[in-house]
Structure formats: C-alpha cells, structure tokens
C-alpha cells in the first residue's frame, strides 16, 4: 500500500476505529450510571441477567407467601381473642352454677342465676359464630383449618389446625340449652363447665403455638426476600464511584482521540506542498 495516498489514510482510520471504540465504552458506562445496573438486560451479560431474573422471580413470590402467612396469623388472631372472651365467659358461667347448686337457694334467686347463666351460654354462640377474618372461622363448629404457604413455588405448607370452641362440641361441652333448673342440675354444670375451661385452654395453646409459628417463619421470609434481593444487587448492581471515575477517564480519552483523529486527517494536506 502507498505510504502517501489521498484515497487511503492509514491513520485516520485508525484512531477513527478508537474513538468509535471510546465512544462505545462510553456509552456503555453512561448506561450504568443512568440505571445503576451494570447488568440490566440479556444483551449486557446473557447468564447473569438469567440468573438474577430466576432470583427476582423467587424473591416476588415470596411477597405471596408473607401475604399468606400475615392473613394466616391475623386469622389465628382473630380466633385467639374470641377463645379468650369464651374462656371468660365460661369463668363466669361457673360461678353461676355454683352458686344454683346451692340447696338452701329459693326459687327465686336460683330463677335469677339461671338466666344470668343462660345469657352467658348464649353470648358463647355469639362470640364464636363473629370471630371471622376474611371469611375465615377456626373456632365455630367444623372450622376452618388455616394452611399458609411456606416457600415460593408452594410445595410447603404451615397448617394450623382449627379448634371449634361451639357449643356442646368437644372443646366446650356446655349444651346449647343448658341451664340452671335444679341444685341437681346446677351442680352436674359445675363440673361440666370446669372440663370446658380446661379444655378451652389447651385449645388456645395450640392456636398460640400456631401463631408464634406463622410469625416465625414470617420472619425468616423477611430475611430471606432481602438476602435474594441483595443477592441480585451483587450481581447486577454498578459500583457507581467506580463508574463515575471511568467516565471521567473515558471522557479524556473521548477528547484525545478527536485530537488524533484531527491530526490523521490533516496529514494528507502536507501533500499538496509536494505539488508547489
């Protein structure tokens, strides 16, 4: 190839093919910058955007899981409250039929215990019959068994099971009708009403136990959302002090080149003093 040619300018194309190489650079680097990503889609880096999309998946799917889990605990919740309010009706209802049990009581005063009696019986039906949560009723007969979402892709499950506090059911073997008649009958109450207390109870803790459970494991969720998050950060993520100084760099050389690109093209003008 000639050494002095106008039609070919050896040197103009070189340092043209490196400021398109900078300008290349440079644009690369005001993408991260503009989004704070070093990798932010398939073309950047195809393995990583993969990765890090699989894990912005699990991560996503864990906010149904926490979602799951929070309405699990509020129903359980729900359901604890209401057995606390039945255990202490039911407190009171044994006080009542002590009291009846009494021999020397007159008509009378054991009418009156009787329907103070019959009154908390009832307000036990109405307690357990409004203790929903979205629709959701563990305490009522035939309840509902909470099943919450325990990993992203859903093939684990917490259960807690429901614990029907009705009426003349196994919890509360208080009957629906139940009442303070006789001495005799108020007496047989006591001891009913005592069985119902304790196994009102062992009830409670277990939907306690469910409970610290669901928020156990909503916890770990928690942690394990922000430690895929930071995760995909470390991966994808620019450091932007670093960015910020390659630009700076990239700028210079940006400059240097047009410099030289300059000087490549002017070099053919030193031809025509060969023509003078």
Do not use: P
């Not at 998946?57 to 057995?83: E, M, Y």
């Not at 100084?245 to 050389?253: C, E, G, H, I, S």
């Amino acid at each position: 190839m000639a050494l002095n040619s106008v039609n070919t300018n050896q040197g103009a194309l070189i340092a043209l093919q490196n400021l398109n190489a900078t300008n290349g650079e440079l644009e690369q680097v005001q993408g991260r910058i503009n989004t704070g990503k070093k990798v932010s889609s398939a073309k950047d880096n195809g393995a990583i955007w993969s990765i890090a999309q699989t894990q912005r998946g699990t991560s996503q799917a864990l906010n149904a899981v926490k979602d799951s889990l929070q309405r699990g605990q509020s129903t359980i919740d729900v359901a604890i409250a209401a057995g606390e309010s039945v255990s202490d009706l039911l407190l009171q209802m044994k006080e009542k039929a002590l009291a009846a049990s009494d021999t020397s009581l007159d008509t009378a005063s054991r009418t009156a215990l009787n329907e103070d009696f019959k009154s908390l019986r009832d307000q036990i039906s109405k307690v357990v019959t409004n203790a929903d949560f979205n629709g959701a009723n563990m305490i009522k007969a035939s309840g509902t068994t909470i099943t919450a979402l325990a990993n992203s892709d859903g093939s684990s499950k917490i259960t807690v099971a429901a614990q029907s506090l009705a009426l003349g059911g196994a919890n509360v073997t208080v009957a629906a009708t139940a009442s303070l008649s006789t001495a005799t009958i108020a007496a047989a109450l006591v001891t009913t009403v005592s069985t119902s207390i304790t196994n009102v109870g062992a009830a409670l803790a277990k939907l306690g136990t469910g409970s610290k459970s669901l928020g156990a494991h909503l916890t770990f969720t928690s942690k394990l959302q922000d430690a895929l998050d930071a995760g995909v950060g470390n991966l994808v993520d620019a450091d932007l002090a670093k960015e910020s100084a390659r630009l700076q760099a990239l700028q210079t050389k940006q400059q240097l080149g047009v410099q030289a690109l300059s000087i490549a093209n002017s070099s053919t003008q030193s031809l025509l003093g060969l023509f003078r």
